[in-house]
């Protein structure tokens, strides 16, 4: 139940296009008519939300639907129930849906709501594939504190043109940002910067802030699996160390184990699981996989308690700051 999403870029190629259509089972496609030949054939309803012209397979005439909202009791939805189906890139084999739930969601929008100052939040470009879980942040963190959000179609469209977009946020991987400071082409406007997805460097921070008129450098790290954001390091003009990933957002748990599951020492490596309420459900029709990867909490929590056991490789460092080192399958010598 919930009524849930799948984003799905209309860019990507059409076999992808069709085995996310096909595994996620969605029964109503909503598009845009001048997508309508590039769409595999399937047997979905298609709605186009740009025309109310019935040709060329639209069987959901939007101009013919009530204007009325549903009423709240009619509803029935609760936190249990799925929000939105976001599929990973496949790196490892075939994508996967990933599935979260309202609860996930929300606790990551109440996050972002009082961790952002509301200047911040005030214009946030959205640059990202709606298929990127960064795009949900870019989407509903400022929708939901009555802010806006400014849509391109991809982030290095801001190295181009005369005019410069009047944004407070934007939020992007760490190599994009280089280009945008090597070339001084990050907006007067922009309050923060929030990157994830790479490896952040401090000479990537300190070009930021000597090129701009930042104040603050996000650094995060999350996976699909914890709803968009996990960790999180904020950094200044002040700010002197190599950026690390951080420590937890609220309502979240990192623990660094060993693979017989106990807790290891401050400044070793082990694998991090990952436990709070961003934690999804699992994977689509992704049994036992999801079993693998999902597992039962020995930390307390209640019994429905649960960890995303991530694979990746890292530490904890003296001030309490999280430093990652790689994947466990792809591991790096310390010190030799």
């Excluded at 309502?251 to 106990?262: M, P, R």
């Excluded at 999804?280 to 209640?302: D, M, N």
């Amino acid at each position: 139940p919930g009524g849930a999403y799948v984003p799905i870029d209309p860019t990507y190629p059409e076999e992808r296009i069709t085995y996310m259509l096909e595994d996620s089972g969605v029964s109503l496609l909503l598009s845009q008519s001048h997508l309508g030949k590039r769409l595999p054939v399937t047997t979905q309803q298609v709605v186009y939300l740009d025309t109310d012209s019935e040709a060329d397979g639209n069987y959901g005439v939007i101009s013919r639907q009530s204007e009325e909202n549903i009423a709240k009791a009619e509803i029935d939805l609760n936190p249990s129930h799925l929000a939105y189906v976001i599929y990973t890139s496949g790196s490892t084999g075939k994508p996967k849906g990933v599935c979260i739930e309202s609860r996930n969601a929300t606790s990551f929008i109440i996050w972002s709501s009082k961790y952002f100052q509301e200047k911040e939040l005030e214009s946030v470009l959205a640059s990202t594939t709606i298929c990127f879980d960064l795009s949900i942040f870019e989407i509903f963190s400022p929708l939901a504190v009555g802010g806006k959000i400014v849509l391109v179609d991809k982030i290095l469209d801001l190295l181009v043109g005369d005019k410069l977009l009047d944004v407070s946020l934007i939020n992007t991987v760490p190599s994009a940002i280089y280009e945008l400071s090597l070339h001084g082409r990050i907006p007067k406007s922009v309050v923060t910067i929030n990157l994830a997805g790479e490896a952040l460097r401090k000479k990537v921070v300190d070009l930021v802030f000597s090129s701009s008129n930042v104040e603050h450098v996000n650094n995060l790290y999350g996976p699909s699996e914890y709803t968009t954001y996990t960790t999180v390091d904020s950094l200044d003009r002040r700010s002197t160390f190599e950026p690390t990933i951080g420590k937890a957002i609220a309502n979240t748990s990192l623990y660094v184990l060993q693979k017989s599951g106990d807790f290891l020492p401050t400044g070793t490596p082990g694998e991090v699981y990952i436990g709070g309420m961003g934690v999804a459900r699992g994977y689509l029709g992704r049994y036992l996989l999801t079993a693998e990867r999902f597992v039962r909490s020995p930390f307390g929590g209640g019994r429905e308690a649960r960890l995303y056991k991530t694979g990746d490789l890292e530490r904890y460092l003296p001030d309490g700051q999280l430093e990652y080192l790689g994947r466990m399958d792809d591991q790096v010598k310390l010190r030799g």
